[in-house]
């Protein structure tokens, strides 16, 4: 949890802390404690008050604005965090729960790197919020005292010690700019970071192309996508659409899965079929259709052999019939069931209306006499998704076509080839989406594969800073103990003139505890979610 600052540890009844002066004024300080441990820094004092009082004119102006955004702010989050409890409770979702954990989980993976970016990107935010409260307390004559960075039990923090008396003595609205110039500060360093992420391709394109596929940066041993793909493929469309950014990536993959409904199953041996409703088919010719009857009789199982996958038939109307599993005519469920060879099926011509860009075209579901459209019987919550790819780095594609853009000819090539080519990933996409790192920036030239991973760190530092950025702004918001929303909640009461001294602390104490309750729940929710989204 980290602490807002804002002189909160003077509001608390400490002691005023005499300002080192002279060479004292660079010394640090540290203090231990079972549960608490803080590292003072006095180094930066001088600095900070001649630059924010040379510039006061200018910076007051500048945090006022930050007032009018942080009480607006405190208001809505803090409506929202009331909200949560009450729409989980009535509607079984929380407005805040609900979007949190799909925001902040798929942009962590756990490796070191991306923990190296996230503790970076926690420093870095928290720096930049409790500058702003350094340089508006400078602005209105208040000096810090130090700079306190802290552990508090497991969590993290940093404060602004500010004189209590002094802030006493200023007017109420120069308060406010001292107490919201954190949350406004992390605001702007949010709105620094989407505008860089914006002006990214303009300054990696001497060096990088984008626009025309996703390269891969990695793919674990443990994802299934690792016996297609390698470090600096290119994937270069999903269903035969092409794909520009990661967000289109994660969007078609989650488009793509099976929902788990109730439909009949194909009952075999071992294995269990689910009727797929993707509507993804091929026109397959009769005479393989008769192969494959050929091929039940042979066997005489209820069960395709492991390299053949079960298809059945789809009708225009948008559904796949597939026999019931009455145990009585077990032989009777192969009929309209035929086992055939994935690789060789899906050079044909599609089929269905599940493709990208047929949802709603009735004539693609139509084969020629000789042909019938047969979809793939897939597990439910399983995807049929066909993946287009390149290889414009390996050597061999470099000896033999020379250029990346001659590799798009092999996006209609089923199987691997020197250049790329196509395969059907059958399977669960919830997890195996996110397995594989990509970026839309790939280098120009096959000799600067050495920074390839640049663009992708880039994007993850701004990705990561936006987010704990907004993050600490937001709770800085609430009125809870300890942060920011707490002392300016107390601020902003002053200015309502119809509650008495009395009536305002009594408000204040019931805002702190319900919303410091309201925020440990959410907190709960929170790792829970994560919990299982990991899980």
Not at 89 to 110: Q, V
Not at 115 to 143: D, K, N, P
Not at 276 to 289: D, E, H, L, Q
Not at 348 to 371: A, H, I, M, P, Y
């Amino acid at each position: 949890m980290i602490g807002g600052g804002g002189g909160r540890s003077r509001r608390r009844g400490r002691a005023s802390v005499t300002l080192p002066s002279g060479p004292a004024a660079s010394r640090t300080e540290s203090s231990v404690s079972c549960w608490y441990c803080e590292y003072k820094i006095y180094v930066f004092n001088d600095m900070i008050f001649n630059l924010g009082w040379k510039h006061a004119r200018y910076t007051r102006a500048w945090f006022s604005l930050g007032v009018y955004f942080s009480l607006v702010a405190l208001v809505g989050i803090s409506l929202l965090l009331l909200w949560d409890p009450i729409g989980a409770l009535y509607f079984r979702r929380g407005s805040i729960s609900a979007w949190l954990p799909n925001i902040l989980a798929p942009s962590f993976s756990g490796s070191i790197m991306d923990t190296s970016i996230i503790i970076a990107s926690t420093i870095l935010s928290i720096a930049f919020h409790e500058f702003g409260h350094a340089i508006a307390a400078a602005s209105e004559g208040v000096q810090m005292e130090y700079v306190a960075i802290f552990m508090a039990v497991l969590f993290p923090g940093a404060l602004v010690a500010l004189n209590y008396d002094l802030l006493e003595n200023l007017p109420l609205f120069s308060m406010l700019r001292i107490y919201c110039a954190g949350i406004w500060h992390n605001v702007i360093f949010c709105a620094a970071c989407v505008l860089m992420a914006l002006l990214l391709p303009l300054v990696l394109c001497p060096l990088y192309v984008s626009g025309d596929g996703l390269i891969v940066m990695g793919v674990p041993q443990s994802s299934s996508l690792s016996r297609s793909l390698s470090v600096h493929d290119v994937i270069l469309s999903v269903d035969g659409l092409n794909i520009r950014r990661t967000d289109d990536w994660m969007k078609m993959l989650a488009q793509g899965t099976v929902e788990k409904t109730s439909s009949h199953e194909f009952l075999g041996g071992s294995q269990s079929y689910g009727a797929t409703n993707s509507g993804k088919g091929y026109c397959v010719p009769n005479s393989w259709m008769d192969a494959s009857k050929n091929l039940w009789q042979i066997n005489d199982k209820l069960s395709c052999p492991d390299e053949l996958i079960v298809f059945g038939k789809f009708s225009c109307n948008g559904s796949a019939y597939f026999p019931g599993t009455d145990k009585v005519s077990d032989k009777k469920q192969t009929e309209d069931l035929y086992c055939l060879i994935a690789k060789d099926v899906v050079k044909l011509k599609k089929c269905g209306n599940g493709w990208r860009g047929t949802e709603d075209d009735d004539s693609n579901c139509t084969c020629l006499e000789e042909e019938y459209c047969l979809v793939p019987v897939l597990t439910p919550g399983f995807s049929w998704i066909e993946i287009s790819y390149a290889r414009p780095y390996s050597l061999e594609c470099l000896q033999k076509e020379g250029n990346f853009s001659s590799s798009h000819a092999t996006n209609d090539n089923f199987g691997p080839s020197p250049c790329g080519g196509t395969f059907v990933y059958v399977g669960d996409l919830s997890s195996t989406a996110s397995s594989v790192k990509l970026s839309p920036y790939r280098p120009r030239w096959a000799f600067f594969l050495l920074i390839a991973d640049v663009p992708y760190i880039l994007e993850n530092c701004l990705s990561c800073l936006l987010h704990v950025s907004a993050a600490l702004a937001a709770v800085n918001c609430l009125p809870v103990y300890f942060l920011d929303g707490d002392a300016i909640l107390e601020t902003a009461l002053r200015y309502v003139a119809w509650f008495n001294r009395r009536q305002q602390r009594v408000i204040i104490k019931v805002c702190r505890f319900l919303w410091t309750v309201l925020s440990i729940i959410m907190f709960l929710r929170f790792l829970y979610s994560m919990t299982v989204y990991y899980g």
